[in-house]
């Protein structure tokens, strides 16, 4: 089963790191994508830039509304995302434990799973 890793914390937190600060965290957090990736389970992992960059397209009740900010009203935020190959939830929540003692403070991972859909109706 494919699994969604999908990291959360206070972008402010975050965002506030030295360069060395975060830097060590990366590495940290790479020593834990090694094992998963020689496995050949890792899939895509992407850090999404500040939510002062994102734009939002929300559906109303006649044209499309863009939106400047995600205008999530939280206080952590969506930070980035695994996609993981996983035998089961617990092995998903392994790996999050693991991502969790790499990553200093507090925030969460949201484990979900994930169905894959090709354009033409098949899924994985």
Same mark, same amino acid.
């Given at each position: 089963?494919?699994?969604?890793?999908? !990291?959360?914390?206070?972008?402010?937190?975050?965002?506030?790191?030295?360069?060395?600060?975060?830097?060590?965290?990366?590495?940290?957090?790479?020593?834990?994508?090694?094992?998963?990736?020689?496995?050949?389970?890792?899939?895509?992992?992407?850090?999404?830039?500040?939510?002062?960059?994102?734009?939002?397209?929300?559906?109303? =009740?006649?044209?499309?509304?863009?939106?400047?900010?995600?205008?999530?009203?939280?206080?952590?935020?969506?930070?980035?995302?695994? /996609?993981?190959? !996983?035998?089961?939830?617990?092995?998903?929540?392994?790996?999050?434990?693991? /991502?969790?003692?790499? =990553?200093?403070?507090?925030?969460?991972?949201?484990?979900?799973?994930?169905?894959?859909?090709?354009?033409?109706?098949?899924?994985?």
């Amino acid at each position: 089963m494919l699994y969604a890793i999908l !990291c959360y914390n206070s972008e402010d937190v975050v965002g506030g790191w030295s360069k060395e600060e975060d830097d060590a965290v990366m590495a940290r957090l790479a020593k834990v994508q090694e094992k998963v990736a020689r496995e050949g389970r890792l899939g895509p992992v992407a850090r999404l830039l500040p939510t002062t960059a994102a734009t939002t397209l929300r559906k109303s =009740n006649s044209e499309p509304v863009i939106l400047d900010g995600p205008f999530a009203e939280t206080k952590e935020q969506l930070l980035g995302f695994y /996609l993981v190959e !996983c035998a089961s939830l617990e092995e998903a929540l392994d790996f999050a434990k693991d /991502l969790t003692e790499a =990553n200093p403070g507090t925030g969460s991972y949201e484990i979900r799973p994930v169905s894959v859909f090709f354009p033409g109706g098949a899924t994985a």
